[in-house]
Structures are given as C-alpha cells and as structure tokens.
C-alpha cells in the first residue's frame, strides 16, 4: 500500500511541475514526460528533474530563441537529466548523506 501511495505522490507531482514548466502552450508532452519519471523514480526526483530542466533548459532556450538558433525542447533536458538521476542515483544519495 505504501508503494502506491508513493506512486500516486510521485505522478501528481510529475505532472504539476511538468504542467508548470510546459506553460500557457500546454507542452502535454513534458507534463506526462514529468509525470512518468515522478510515477518510477519518485516524487523526489521529479522535484529535481524540474529543477535542472528550468535551470539548464529555459535560458538555453532563450539564448537559442534570441539568436535564431534551433530550439532543443525541454523534454530532451527531462531525458537527459531522468537518464543522469537513473545511472547517478546511488552516488547522490551517497553525496547527500
């Protein structure tokens, strides 16, 4: 039962910040995008996930739109940084202990 309740915690969160982060265009992509990593990794990881993508994505996004260079999306940063707190996961835990 514990491991639902924990599932259900970290799809809601998913999907708010990922509602967030996707903005008036309504990016359904990253909000389920968002959803699914807070479902398996967990609420904690989508707060971080969140965390770098507006870091790291929207004023890479900026700088690309204001100099007319392609845009990369921000679900690419969600990959990149889901797929870093997968292969990393263990090593920052044991950083933040």
Known sequence: MDE??????????????????GGRR??????????????FLG???ACALAIWTAVIGLPLQAVARRRQ??????SAWLLLGALAWILCWARIVDAIK
């Not at 639902?4 to 982060?21: D, E, F, Q, Y």
């Open 4 to 21: 639902m309740v924990a599932g259900l915690v970290g799809l809601a969160a998913g999907a708010v910040l990922g509602r967030l982060l």
């Open 26 to 39: 309504g990016d359904g992509g990253l909000t389920w995008g968002f959803a699914c990593a807070g479902l």
């Open 43 to 45: 609420w904690q990881a």
């Open 69 to 74: 260079w392609p845009v990369v999306p921000l």
